[in-house]
């Protein structure tokens, strides 16, 4: 039997001949000083002086990322874990709900996770069985985007991506949507704040729950892409992340637009637009809104679509 092949030999290959002046981050220093590089939390990851080979992921998203970036590399991943559809790895439970033993047979060398996500006990847990674990943390698209470079360049020790270049062009290439002006929306540099709120978009509200109905609130990965994408959501001051709002209230603010995501909860066109009668409802894909990853470099244009070919009690409205 031939000698097993390093999964970043692949992911090398397409990336040999390409350059990055991306400016070093202070884990790509500090791994180069003999010190553990830290996660987006800012907690120590020792990784070990080999490149990660056995790694399991407890986040969908990064899931992607990763198994796009260098097949082979991921032994496990969660049952909700749906992209690449030919994922053939461990299933280790659910994000909330772990499979910790199962983890630990598996024999990772680093388990990837988010902060949102994931529970910290189990992350601790993991940790103290004596597995590395780098957790995300991302609230804005210029975070994912950080934070994917961080976790494939760092943790995984994996050259930078084409798809992650596509991704960051895909966003700072975008037209300006309503209420945008020819700037806002563009990409120069990370940074911790989410893009500038529309001067005079549509008023959105974006349940993401019913029974009890739940929107996005402030601080959120996906409105900032909406932001991007030129509306307002109505509930971006709100004091919490993902308030629960009755449905009246969420009908007393007279939105012009609901966008009903088909994930976490899956609103479709029987399911969600009539609870907004005479409201029109954009019916967009959950992974395209909410997750960050190879999805990011078609999320534009998909959720554009969307957006622009809303439904009235389940009939398309004139955009």
Sequence with gaps: MAAPT??????????????????????????????????????????????????VSLVPSLTEAVAVTAPGLL?????????PADLAVTRIGGTKNPDLPGILALGPDLVIANDE??????????????????????RTL??????????????CQLPRP?????????????????????????IEGPTNEPADEPADGPRVIVPIWRRPWMVLGRDTFAGDLLHRLGLRLVHARHPDRYPAVPLP???AEQPDLVVLPDEPYRFTAEDGPEAF????????????????????????????LAIDHPFVRGRESTP
């Design 75 to 83: 032994v496990g991943a969660t049952d909700w874990c749906s992209h």
């Design 117 to 138: 996500e994931n529970r910290r006990p189990d992350l601790d847990s993991l940790r103290a069985a004596g597995v590395p674990v780098w957790v995300t943390d991302i």
């Design 249 to 251: 209230e969420l009908l």
């Design 277 to 304: 009668p005479g409201i029109p409802a954009a019916l967009v894909s959950g992974r395209h809104l909410t997750w960050y990853g190879p999805s990011l470099t078609t999320a534009p244009a998909v959720l554009r």
């Design 162 to 186: 084409a798809w992650l270049d596509e991704a960051e062009a895909a966003w700072r290439d975008l037209p300006p949507g309503p209420g945008h002006g020819p700037t806002d929306g563009t």
């Design 6 to 55: 390093d999964p970043r030999d692949a992911a090398r290959a397409h990336a040999e001949a390409r350059s990055h002046d991306h400016a070093r981050s202070h884990d790509e220093v500090d791994q180069q000083d003999g010190t553990d590089p830290r996660d987006d939390l800012g907690l120590p990851v020792p990784l070990g002086p080999h490149p990660p080979r056995r790694v």
């Design 142 to 155: 210029d975070d994912g985007l950080r934070s994917l470079h961080r976790l494939l360049t760092v943790a």
